[in-house]
């Protein structure tokens, strides 16, 4: 089974510029979690959507917007890039949302670079 | 602002060592625990999780984590570690909050272990 599949891979962007993350969840997942990860930290909460609808927000500004598709996949965007937006964007799946059987599944990331 | 701490930043064993990592929150009402581990090259995964119930989980590869309510903590622990535990750890908390569903992750514990 393919896992979480994240594009692009690796991305360099100018300060200034607008980008579009994309992120593939495993067959069969409904939520999609964003998250991102500066180098020598944990990866910060964006935003959970789960069955299309925005179920948490992290403490990002509002130049940070996603949405997920009907077919469950998602895109972040990130408005009028800031050099610190430099990071590792990582999505996360899971098959359901709440509960014990809650278990997310991560991708490789998509490594963003503003010049 | 809720948090999550991760007392320990560089761990290094020596094979077949006790492990224990530390993990203290800051988030009065009910949470979701997570401890996640980054092996070199791959993605993050799941090494266990606590709900409700026995407050000792057991994960895979041996770890296990113990939730004491009273201390705000979510220890690892493992009673041998071997050379292939050699990674990143990362102690996560899932909490509700006015903003929907949150995700708070500590900032790691890089373990080496030493053949």
């Known amino acids: 089974d393919a896992g979480v599949t994240q594009s692009p891979t690796h991305l360099i962007k100018t300060r200034g510029q607008h980008v579009t993350l994309r992120c593939s969840p495993i067959?069969?997942?409904?939520?999609v979690s964003w998250y991102q990860q500066v180098l020598g930290q944990g990866p910060q909460f964006i935003f959970q959507y789960y069955e299309k609808e925005e179920r948490g927000r992290g403490n990002f500004p509002d130049r940070f917007s996603a949405r997920q598709f009907p077919n469950y996949s998602s895109e972040l965007n990130v408005n009028a890039l800031l050099l610190g937006d430099s990071a590792l964007y990582l999505c996360?799946?899971?098959?359901?949302?709440?509960?014990?059987?809650?278990?997310?599944?991560f991708g490789p990331g998509t490594r963003l670079t503003v010049t | 602002a809720q948090s999550v701490s991760q007392h320990n930043h560089h761990v290094i064993l020596s094979e077949a060592a006790s492990l224990e990592l530390g993990c203290n929150y800051s988030?009065?009402?009910?949470?979701?625990l997570f401890w996640y581990v980054q092996y070199p090259g791959q993605h993050l995964q799941l090494l266990l999780k606590y709900f409700s119930g026995d407050p000792l989980v057991k994960g895979i590869k041996g770890f296990e984590a113990e939730f004491i309510k009273s201390k705000f903590s979510f220890n690892l622990r493992k009673p041998s570690v071997q050379w292939s535990d050699t990674a990143e750890y990362f102690c996560?908390?899932?909490?509700?909050?006015?903003?929907?569903?949150?995700?708070?992750f500590g900032t790691g514990t890089s373990l080496t272990v030493i053949p």
């Open positions: 996560a908390v899932n909490a509700r909050a006015t903003t929907g569903n949150q995700f708070y």
């Open positions: 988030y009065g009402g009910t949470v979701n």
């Open positions: 996360a799946s899971s098959l359901s949302w709440p509960g014990p059987s809650y278990e997310q599944y």
């Open positions: 067959s069969g997942h409904k939520s």
